[in-house]
């Protein structure tokens, strides 16, 4: 698909909120371009009368660049707890003094029944996660083997893995493992980056994501709404990851999380929300936007609006250290919509 680079900015600031989204329309959906930051910062200033414009503007999109589609997903701890980074939002720190207690690395017993288990309910995406800085020699090897045994156990699911800050030569040995995806978040908007974790930097996460795109594998990065970025840093947010030019999106908003210094942020705001996901969508077309983590406490009853406003993907059932709701009432959410997913499913 060709993509047209972002020409200079065509909308004047003062142009009517109708004016706005048609220049959008035109510039995604006709010339097949990009919008530019600025326009994106004009979208994101529209008054609430017209988020349902927004939204449906950012639904066709998504369905133009990647289909009716939805995609499944779930995610398993390959180990909990225990992290020496000190991400403020991330009760896996061991800096904070969370509930979560740390685990060892999963049975390979476990991880495949969970693989099973997910491909069961008609999910193709399973992504394996450890909450540390970045695998050592050991971890490695345990990483590798649970790549090789979810591919020859389960075909029908893709393996996926999250496992820290990566050398290049570890994103090569796990390509040819045969992950298919590596998740590692930009977590935040570069600018607010030094107010959520001073163990690690910005530029350390990027390095790791073009590391992925070196290896073959394909890239899923994202990060959380709500960790007290401006607005307007969320827009900087978007057009950072799409530089990235990733396959896939996570959106995660903050659920906060007792104990860390995030624990009692607020939430951002359904319609917040809603805005976030259609812009993101905007900016970043042809990419998979996966519902994450927080969708439930912080979308409630529009978590179906989301997903007519540019969201494609879900992972459904539980997350690492929060319940999600159950998969049968995403399912049965999708078929009420009457959303195609990617694979063979149905509602148990
Ligand atoms: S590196 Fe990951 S697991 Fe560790 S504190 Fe940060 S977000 Fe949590």
């Known amino acids: 698909m060709s993509q047209q680079p972002a020409s200079s900015t065509l909308v004047e600031p003062a142009a009517e909120p109708a004016e706005i989204l048609r220049i959008a329309e035109r510039r995604l959906l006709e010339e097949r371009g990009r919008i530019t930051q600025e326009e994106a910062l004009l979208i994101q200033q529209l008054p609430d009368d ?30 909990t707890g ?8 991330c009760s896996q720190s061991t800096t904070f003094g969370t509930e979560v207690a740390p685990t060892g690395l999963i049975p390979y017993d476990q991880l495949l029944a969970a693989a099973k288990a997910t491909a069961e309910t008609g999910a193709t995406e399973f992504c394996i996660i450890y909450a540390v800085r970045g695998p050592d020699e050991r971890l490695m090897e345990h990483v ?42 930009l977590e935040a908007p570069r600018s607010h980056f030094d107010k959520i974790c001073s163990t690690h930097k910005w530029e350390d996460r990027r390095r790791t994501c073009e590391m992925v795109k070196a290896a073959g594998m394909e890239l899923c990065t994202g990060g959380i709404i709500g960790l007290g970025e401006t607005s307007e840093q ?75 406003s540019g969201i494609n993907a879900m992972i459904t059932g539980n997350y690492l250290t929060t319940l999600g709701r159950g998969v049968n009432d995403d399912l049965l959410m999708l ?11 149905k509602v148990m």
Do not use: W
């Not at 225990?82 to 939002?89: I, T």
């Open 234 to 308: 969320r827009i900087e947010f978007a057009f950072q990851l799409a530089e990235l030019e990733p396959d896939e999106v996570p959106m995660n908003f903050l659920n906060p999380r007792a104990g860390t210094p995030l624990g009692e942020q607020e939430l951002v705001s359904p319609t917040e929300a809603i805005r976030t996901i259609a812009l993101f969508r905007l900016i970043m077309p042809a990419a998979k936007l996966r519902y994450a983590g927080g969708r439930e406490v912080t979308l409630g009853d529009l978590q179906a609006m989301g997903l007519k």
């Open 50 to 79: 017209q988020l349902t414009h927004l939204a449906d503007l950012a639904h066709r999109v998504r369905v133009d660049y990647c289909g009716e589609e939805i995609s499944l997903g779930s995610i398993i701890s390959g180990k």
């Open 82 to 89: 225990g992290c020496p980074e000190d991400c403020n939002f």
């Open 335 to 345: 078929d009420d919509l009457q959303m195609p997913i990617n694979a063979i499913s």
């Open 144 to 185: 590798l083997e649970c790549v090789r045994l979810v591919r020859e156990n389960v075909p029908t699911v893709e393996v996926a893995c999250s496992v820290g800050l990566l050398t290049q030569d570890q994103a090569d040995a796990m390509a040819a493992a045969g992950a298919h995806r590596y998740n590692h978040n």
